[in-house]
């Protein structure tokens, strides 16, 4: 083999070697790039998908602009403070504090409570609103004139006992999606999945205390016949 041969192999032996490493280090900025967009997906959209997992949940599904404009319509004569339960992007809490409510927002997902304070920052109504990361559950409505669930059926029949308990008698209920499952509606707005429920706290509230009372004197009587 002559030297100009030798030379000429060497030479391309190792330009074959550097372009194998850098396809390798291509490959490996790549996959790196995949995977941490991946990830960061994973991250981002699992909190607002882990909500609809649980046994009882308020899932994420906002609101359509009909929704918004029901319940505010239905509210339109009344005034004070305002609960959204399950407030996902605080849309309605938002468009509420415009129509001059302090409303407030009750949600467990703390990534939408962050973008809802934001968005209420944004839109000039932070000093009217106010968002929350608890369990509906472990929270007291007493406070409330005026109520906003957007609910799943499951957990209806239990909201309708605590919310009973807890509001006032002056307090209107709306139910956006589903209705309660035993509250007889005052009137209602919209239609399809557009409709809301509109309840009066005093009219529920008096059929729970006739229930407990009936319930009562169905026990006494029970006690009564037992000793006779």
């Not at 995977?35 to 308020?58: E, Q």
């Not at 906002?62 to 918004?68: H, L, M, R």
């Not at 509906?136 to 499951?154: C, E, H, M, R, T």
């Not at 909201?159 to 308990?165: F, I, R, S, Y």
Request: glycine letters at 8%; one cysteine or more.
């Amino acid at each position: 083999m002559s030297q100009e041969t030798f030379f000429l192999d060497s030479g391309q032996n190792k330009g074959a070697a550097t372009e194998r490493k850098s396809r390798s280090r291509l490959g490996l900025v790549v996959t790196g790039v995949v995977g941490g967009s991946l990830v960061a997906l994973y991250a981002v959209t699992v909190p607002f998908v882990a909500p609809a997992l649980r046994k009882i949940c308020l899932p994420f599904v906002p609101a359509t602009t009909a929704q918004v404009e029901n319940v505010l319509g239905v509210l339109r004569p009344r005034s004070g403070t305002l609960v959204d339960i399950g407030s996902g992007d605080g849309r309605i809490v938002i468009a509420a504090a415009k129509r001059g409510f302090l409303a407030s927002g009750f949600e467990l997902n703390p990534w939408l409570v962050g973008y809802s304070r934001y968005k209420a920052w944004r839109e000039g109504v932070h000093r009217s609103t106010s968002f929350h990361i608890s369990d509906l559950w472990k929270v007291s409505f007493a406070q409330y004139s005026n109520v906003v669930i957007f609910g799943v059926p499951q957990m209806m029949d239990q909201l309708e006992l605590k919310l009973a308990n807890e509001l006032p008698s002056t307090a209107k209920v709306v139910a956006c999606r589903f209705p309660f499952p035993t509250w007889v509606p005052e009137h209602t707005a919209g239609e399809g999945i557009d409709t809301v429920w509109v309840y009066d706290a005093n009219t529920f509230k008096s059929h729970l205390q006739h229930g407990a009372a009936t319930e009562t004197t169905a026990e006494q009587k029970d006690n009564q016949d037992s000793h006779t």
